[in-house]
């Protein structure tokens, strides 16, 4: 397979600029690693617009291929622990930050990146989540530790974005009574079918005057947003009850007193999905290919092929995706 030739999005680097181009890669370029998967499907998120917008912070060096989600099938490898033709699922790690990514139609990876596909679904159920599912499930997994489905209302930010669409899915699935926030409430129809019990409108909490505490609201939240907006809603929790953050597209800083923590005794739960365990990453996916399996995801999915990514990728990068985008590499079925 060494004079293999395959496509991928490139973002390249010019005087300053970035931008991305179709080209023609070897698997000679990819790097050394045990695993050489052929993609199927890859998805977009947040990073990925990141990494084509040049941010050093997710890619250091230029021409890259981002994607930090792949799923597919092995060609070769290495390691006892997979064969050819076993299909696999990679998120995260280093996958589409300095490693080639599923932007491209293969990728070489460490086998510690791979986790088996569960049985239930198939490769594009796992790419209709991707990072953003996982993201999602982690963050529904640790809110469950704290928050019952009977303790009231569940607010989830950021809510027609990738973590959030999934995170109102997720709740929903498990009964909990969950409110979206959105600043997109002409797409309330979509939060409705998703699962959720009512939408707010986002410029509602920004408008609120700030107070040290503000009203008990909340039983639980899952903020994939951070910043001014997160730092006020923690504000908002009712007793007892907790937090997950995972997203800074609102900003990096999370300003707070302890009274949520001393007064209202709210648990705050750090989310990540890159660099956990594989074997943490493989029981959420396990999960959410059987007791966690979303229904029928379709409506909330666009499929579209290399050539459609840019377009995708600004709409993320300005905060007007509405659920989740699936990239299908053109010589699959
Ligand atoms: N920790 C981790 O492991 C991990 C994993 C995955 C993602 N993330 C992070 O989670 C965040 C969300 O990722 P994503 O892939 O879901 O992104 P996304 O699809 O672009 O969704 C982000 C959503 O946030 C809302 N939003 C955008 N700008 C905002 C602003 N200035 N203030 C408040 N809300 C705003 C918008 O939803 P509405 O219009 O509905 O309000 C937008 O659709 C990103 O920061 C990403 O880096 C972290």
């Not at 990073?47 to 890619?59: I, N, P, Q, R």
């Not at 796992?126 to 607010?155: H, I, K, N, P, Y």
Request: charged share 25%.
């Amino acid at each position: 397979m060494s004079d293999s030739k395959f496509r991928a999005l490139r973002v390249l680097e010019k005087g300053g600029y970035f931008h991305t181009e179709i080209q023609e890669q070897s698997l000679d370029d990819l790097p050394d690693n045990d695993v050489l998967v052929k993609v199927k499907y890859s998805s977009l998120n947040f990073k990925d617009a990141l990494s084509a917008h040049g941010h050093k912070g997710v890619t250091r060096q230029f021409p890259h291929t981002p994607g930090i989600d792949a799923a597919g099938v092995v060609v070769e490898s290495r390691s006892p622990e997979l064969k050819p033709g076993q299909e696999v699922i990679v998120t995260g790690y280093d996958l589409g930050m300095n490693t080639p990514g599923g932007f491209g139609e293969y990728i070489r990876v460490p086998v510690e990146w791979c986790v088996v596909k569960p049985p239930n679904h198939d490769l594009h159920y796992f790419m209709t989540l991707g990072t953003a599912g996982l993201t999602a499930g982690l963050s529904v997994d640790r809110l469950s530790q704290t928050v019952a489905a009977d303790d009231g209302e569940v607010l989830v930010t950021g809510s027609t974005g990738g973590v959030g669409c999934l995170a109102v899915a997720l709740l929903a699935r498990l009964g909990y009574d969950t409110v979206a926030l959105t600043s997109k409430v002409d797409h309330s129809d979509l939060l409705a079918k998703l699962g959720a019990r009512r939408v707010l409108d986002r410029s509602h909490l920004e408008e609120m005057p700030e107070k040290a505490l503000m009203k008990e609201t909340w039983a639980g939240v899952v903020d994939t947003v951070g910043g001014a907006l997160f730092s006020k809603i923690l504000k908002t929790v009712k007793h007892s009850g907790a937090a997950t953050t995972c997203g800074m597209v609102a900003g990096t800083e999370l300003t707070t007193s302890i009274f949520p923590f001393i007064l209202r005794g709210v648990t705050l739960y750090g989310i990540d999905s890159v660099e956990i365990s594989r074997e943490r990453k493989r029981h959420i996916w396990e999960k959410l290919d059987s007791d966690w399996a979303l229904p029928d995801l379709k409506f909330l999915a666009q499929d579209v092929v290399l050539e459609e990514l840019p377009g995708v990728i600004e709409k993320i990068y300005c905060g007007k995706m509405l659920g989740r985008a699936v990239l299908r590499h053109i010589d699959q079925e």
